[in-house]
């Protein structure tokens, strides 16, 4: 993981599946770490990804802890996080 | 809800919000707050740096920030000014207003971002944004990246992702060697620093293809990228890699200035000797002035903190320094013009509008934005057109200024109710 972010390591599911992730990680960088690529589908059903990583494109929008639309690149990893895409 | 009260209210805290918030917080007695919509401190370019900076000038300023007693606020998005002289911020603690009494705007600039056929790929991000991913803990090991589109940034991302770990095939910068050479040897008399710093980092990429007069034409893949497609405009050939990051260079975010009324040329805040801008005790700095880099922000944060605080004369005192960091702004602007190929990539049925899944062959068919809009739905999306507003406006020359109205970014319906 980063050299940025500090050694605790913090436990949080994505969608449903355990995962441990550097404390400072963003939620962004955790779902792709994870392999998940895809992080909503777009009106037409395109795959759609992260794109800008700061916060304009809404592109990495997902729920956490049942919260729809958030930003994922906004967030920080929090302990027990509930993270899901809607394509999961 | 209870009203928090500052004298000096910074949005933004990239280098300009923090050079403005330390100049104006060290002269003593006023209270000075700065907000930011990040996790935290330190903009794009200083982006994970608050707990070790790696940079001198990071190091330097954001101790300045420690030593200082400013309130910092991040995590809050600003979303309304619903009356003059208050802020409301959407946090993840619900709705919270903010009063001022001088208010500076360092909201900074976003990546341009233009459509080419399969850009909206997963793992096609912008130059930056995959660099904001990165600090931001995404593993890059071993990772085939390209790194395309224009602009000083392409290198310094580079370099970056290369000190991660990331297998950096090829930098493709559209901007054509005649127009970079130009751009080099002027900074060679004017700017020797600048001159140094790039050749630091072309030396850090030894290894890596540097293409000028190189550009994408399209991305491929199965549902995730797999390849680009890059010329040189007299041959083409496909890259495989694992991340395509693209950006043209780079907009600033005029949203919250065009809700406050501030006056605009050209895309970006104009403002007066002192940073101010058209409204009364209202000052712009950085980015949202004009592209200008680290030290334009810095120089121009600083006279508009000292001038907020009543220290017109300490601010100048670096008026100098700043018409100096203005002009390298101003080479930059025309060693890295975008090349006209770049209106042709998008084919009809490439997405232009990526919220609302708008291709360009609807667009090309609509005289303006506004009917574009009514009838297409192009920028309407929950980004409001932040990304399609200035791609469209270098493809069809429609005018790139969005038409804001609060709130300027989607919030809570909770949040709006609860004032």
């Not at chain 1, 990680?25 to 059903?45: E, K, M």
């Not at chain 2, 600033?252 to 200035?257: D, M």
């Not at chain 2, 490439?350 to 667009?363: H, K």
Request: positive net charge; charged residues 20%; glycine residues 12%.
């Amino acid at each position: 993981m980063s050299s940025e972010a500090t050694q605790r390591t913090l436990s949080l599911t994505i969608n449903g599946q355990p995962a441990q992730v550097a404390e400072g990680t963003l939620v962004a960088a955790a779902v792709l770490a994870s392999g998940q690529t895809v992080f909503r589908q777009s009106i037409s059903g395109q795959p759609r990804g992260p794109l800008c990583g700061m916060g304009i494109c809404f592109e990495c929008r997902l729920s956490i802890d049942g919260q729809a639309h958030r930003r994922s690149c906004q967030i920080v990893c929090r302990e027990g996080m509930e993270i899901s895409t809607d394509v999961a | 809800m209870s009203l928090e009260r500052y004298d000096v209210l910074v949005v933004g805290a990239g280098p300009a919000g923090l050079a403005a918030a330390c100049a104006a917080a060290e002269q003593g007695s006023h209270r000075v707050a700065v907000v930011d919509d990040n996790p935290s401190a330190g903009g794009q370019i200083w982006r994970g740096e608050a707990g070790r900076p790696k940079s001198p000038s990071a190091a330097q300023w954001l101790e300045r920030v420690r030593a200082s007693r400013l309130t910092m606020l991040a995590g809050a998005q600003v979303v309304d000014r619903p009356e003059p002289g208050r802020l409301l911020l959407e946090t993840d603690a619900g709705p919270r207003e903010i009063g001022y009494q001088k208010l500076i705007l360092a909201t900074g600039a976003r990546e341009l971002f233009l459509p080419f056929p399969a850009w909206t790929l997963p793992n096609v991000t912008g130059a930056g944004g995959l660099q904001a991913l990165v600090k931001g803990g995404l593993p890059i090991q071993g990772k085939r990246v390209v790194v395309a589109g224009s602009g000083p940034l392409l290198l310094a991302v580079a370099v970056a992702l290369r000190e991660h770990g990331a297998i950096v095939r090829v930098v493709a910068e559209q901007a054509p060697w005649s127009k970079l050479l130009r751009f080099g040897v002027g900074l060679a008399f004017t700017a020797r620093e600048k001159v140094q710093q790039a050749v630091g980092l072309w030396g850090k990429l030894s290894g890596v293809r540097l293409l000028s007069g190189t550009w994408p034409v399209a991305a491929e893949g199965n549902g995730r990228l797999e390849q680009v497609t890059l010329t040189n405009g007299r041959r083409r050939w496909h890259e495989p890699c694992d991340y395509l990051a693209c950006g043209f260079g780079l907009v600033a975010n005029l949203e919250l200035p065009l809700l406050l009324g501030c006056g605009t040329a050209g895309g970006f805040v104009t403002v007066d000797s002192m940073q101010q801008t058209n409204q009364v005790d209202v000052y712009a700095c950085g980015e949202l002035t004009g592209i200008g880099g680290l030290e334009k922000s810095l120089v121009e944060g600083q006279i508009a903190g000292y001038s907020a605080a009543g220290r017109e004369d300490r601010a100048s005192e670096l008026f100098a320094e700043r018409e100096k960091a203005r002009r390298f702004a101003g080479a930059l602007g025309q060693a890295f013009a975008l090349r006209e190929e770049l209106r042709k990539l998008a084919t009809p049925e490439t997405i232009v509008c990526r919220c609302e899944d708008v291709t360009a062959g609807r667009l090309a068919a609509q005289p303006d934005a506004r009917t574009a809009k009514l009838q297409t739905r192009c920028g309407m999306g929950p980004c409001q057109g932040r990304v399609c507003g200035a791609a469209t406006s270098f493809l069809y020359g429609w005018p790139c200024e969005p038409s804001v109205r609060p709130p300027i970014f989607p919030v809570a319906t909770e949040n709006m109710v609860a004032r």
